[in-house]
């Protein structure tokens, strides 16, 4: 099942959406790097047409490269998370995983020990209806909270 332009801007701000969720985690630990921010940003700004897909993987590089360059393991998951809502204009797919390093950055932030399920909760809330049959578990584990988005190889413009 491929997606059209406005499934795939939906996808991206659906990322962004889970991204931006966790962006103080990253930024309690490092206040002065607004790359994640930017990552964001970026994605949102690509789902309105006012970046090309380039710029957008431009900011989802530099997300990942703060990512890199974080020394907690809360901080990582929050940038990571940013950097693949950036990507999701390139590839679709890339939503999922910007979801899942959101759940990864509250698992390991321990806020509380339901935090991630509300998280994830709160994702599957807010994706849009016509999007949820791209998601499913994993194939092994029903039960699982791991997404994957199938984007058919649709690949963003520039």
């Given amino acids: 099942m491929g997606l059209d332009r406005r499934d795939h801007q939906a996808l991206a701000r659906w990322a962004a959406d889970c991204a931006e969720r966790v962006l103080p985690l990253f930024e309690e630990r490092r206040p ?3 790359r994640p921010r930017r990552a964001v940003a970026a994605g949102r700004a690509w789902a309105r047409e006012q970046i090309t897909t380039s710029e957008a993987r431009a900011a989802a590089v530099a997300a990942h490269t703060a ?7 809360v901080a990582r998951a929050a940038a990571r998370a940013a950097g693949h809502a950036a990507a999701t204009a390139h590839v679709p797919a890339h939503a999922s995983h910007a979801a899942n390093y959101a759940v990864t950055a ?7 020990h339901d935090t991630p399920a509300r998280e994830r909760d709160w994702q599957r809330g807010r994706l849009p209806a016509r999007l949820r049959a791209l998601a499913s578990s994993e194939p092994h584990r029903e ?11 649709l690949r963003g413009s520039s």
Wanted: aromatic residues 8%; proline residues 4%; negative net charge.
């Fill in 32 to 34: 002065s790097d607004d």
């Fill in 67 to 73: 990512a890199r360059e974080a020394d907690d393991d």
């Fill in 106 to 112: 509250v698992a390991r932030a321990a806020i509380s």
């Fill in 143 to 153: 039960d699982s909270p791991w997404w994957t988005v199938r984007a058919a190889g």
